[in-house]
């Protein structure tokens, strides 16, 4: 059976998010995942997937940055789904597809994940150094905090009775993130 996996990392990615679920599912998948979370945070719905796929299925997934955030990370899930007999295929691979169940998909998968991780890791060093020029020229201020500027209704909730986590999921920020905010305002 084919199962399809699919993420797009904010809301906004909506649009792209269901077009890989179109794709998925032209292709063949009889049932897929998805989740709209960065690929660095905890991603329940691909843990599903790999505890969902059976030996003989195959995962497929529209690009390898849907999946991996890395050449370990790809290289671990890959090697969950080999344990388990399952084999895995990406879409859009530059242009064409490529699937772990040959020896030459599972070397061209893993150079060309090694590749992506080498350019990423050149762009942020890159961009490190751009904000670094800015921010010596006075041009760069920085991300605005999010979580800081819901202080006030962070504290509103405290003071109503919601508990720190309940209030980090109707804010959607961290619990890290109120208590800082929190243990702050017991200091001012």
């Known amino acids: 059976m084919l199962v399809g996996y699919r993420r797009s990392s904010t809301v906004e990615q909506v649009a792209g998010y269901e077009a890989q679920e179109q ?9 897929t995942f998805g989740e709209m979370t960065s690929s660095v945070m905890q991603r329940d719905e691909l843990e599903a997937a790999l505890d969902f796929v059976r030996e003989g299925d195959t ?11 890395s050449t370990a990370d790809l290289l671990s899930i890959i090697d969950r789904l080999e344990a388990k007999g399952v084999g895995l295929r990406i879409l859009d691979f530059g242009g ?25 890791t050149l762009m942020l060093e890159r961009m490190k150094s751009g904000i670094a020029k800015a921010k010596a ?14 202080a006030p209704k962070v504290r509103e909730m405290r003071a109503d009775g919601a508990g720190a986590g309940e209030i980090a999921s109707r804010l959607q920020i961290s619990r890290s993130s109120v208590y800082r905010i929190l243990s702050d305002g017991e200091a001012a």
């Not at 064409?96 to 990423?120: N, P, Y």
């Open 23 to 31: 794709q998925l599912l032209a292709t063949g998948c009889k049932r």
């Open 137 to 150: 020229a006075g041009k760069y201020k920085g991300r605005a905090p999010t979580a800081r500027r819901l």
């Open 96 to 120: 064409s597809e490529v699937d772990t169940k040959s020896a030459t998909g599972k070397m061209l998968l893993t150079m060309f994940a090694a590749i992506a991780e080498f350019e990423r």
């Open 59 to 69: 995962l497929c997934t529209t690009e390898l940055s849907r999946l991996a955030r």
